[in-house]
């Protein structure tokens, strides 16, 4: 049953005792759950308990413990949507996360190809980004480079990409916003440009900006190269957030072969303190599946 359904069943219940509803609040609150790390869900995964309102489903997550939200499609809502969930997320001190900040090409080479006419086309899209990010409170935004040019050697794509990212932090780094690379598996995501933790890495030392950083989503990592732990260590200077999915299914941690207890750990143990978004699928659903995304996070924040 939904929060606003049992209280107004609750209400409904008092009157009819010729009682007044309050009596029924009198006991103590529920204590919020504290997270060790800025987990951050994403709009649909608690809709069940929640409701398919984007505002209810942000207090929710405040209600649950949860002190940040990411939103890939934030740039597609509505200015109105984006300063009301602005407002709710400064209320319920949550803490805004990604959103994506242009077109992504899947299929054809936009920077690798090193076209001037799409470069162009990927710097204004990042300026249109300052703008999002300002009204919704955001620091970080997700960069794809985009598919290979397989008639271009390597070295020319990544020069290419390297010049693209260089410009667009110039955009950036007067307004102190970061765009996080996210390198992209080859299994569900074959043929794009960047697929590799130290060819972001690589990347984002040649860039040299503190508005270019990489994205280091496990789930993809697991797949693509394994070795989580050292390749984050390796990377870490250059990480600037991170995503969260189990391998396989790319569903909530407990439910894959990854050790999520003991990556967090590390993270934590590294003093970070920005956000882990929760780029991931339920693996059950309704509102049972919604609660278990909940547990599993408990559980493997519980390392301290």
């Not at 209600?63 to 709710?88: I, P």
């Not at 110039?170 to 060819?199: A, K």
Request: overall charge negative.
């Amino acid at each position: 049953m939904k929060r606003r359904t049992f209280i107004h069943s609750t209400a409904m219940a008092g009157a009819a005792l010729g009682a007044s509803p309050n009596i029924f609040a009198a006991g103590p609150k529920p204590i919020k759950h504290s997270f060790n790390l800025k987990y951050a869900p994403h709009l649909g995964m608690f809709k069940n308990m929640a409701g398919e309102n984007p505002i209810d489903q942000l207090n929710f997550m405040a209600d649950q413990g949860f002190t940040a939200f990411e939103d890939n499609g934030m740039k597609k809502r509505t200015v109105e949507l984006q300063e009301k969930m602005a407002s709710t997320m400064a209320k319920r001190g949550i803490e805004m996360g990604v959103f994506v900040a242009h077109d992504i090409y899947w299929k054809e080479p936009n920077l690798a190809s090193g076209k001037k006419d799409l470069r162009e086309e990927f710097l204004a899209q990042v300026k249109d980004s300052v703008e999002v990010a300002k009204r919704v409170n955001a620091k970080w935004m997700t960069v794809v480079p985009g598919h290979v040019d397989l008639r271009q050697n390597i070295g020319y794509q990544t020069a290419h990409v390297v010049e693209s990212l260089k410009r667009a932090s110039d955009i950036l780094e007067p307004h102190g916003l970061v765009m996080v690379l996210e390198p992209l598996n080859f299994r569900n995501h074959p043929g794009l440009f960047l697929s590799e933790s130290p060819q972001a890495f690589e990347i984002c030392k040649a860039v040299d900006s503190p508005s270019c950083k990489i994205l280091f989503d496990i789930y993809h990592q697991q797949i693509q190269e394994g070795n989580l732990i050292p390749n984050i260590e390796a990377c870490w200077d250059e990480i600037g957030y991170f995503q969260i999915g189990d391998n396989p299914g790319r569903k909530e941690p407990t439910t894959g072969e990854i050790n999520y207890k003991n990556v967090f750990k590390f993270i934590h143990s590294k003093g970070y303190k920005d956000i882990l978004g929760m780029e991931h699928g339920n693996s059950m659903e309704g509102a049972e599946g919604e609660q278990a995304v909940i547990d599993a996070y408990k559980a493997t924040d519980n390392f301290l």
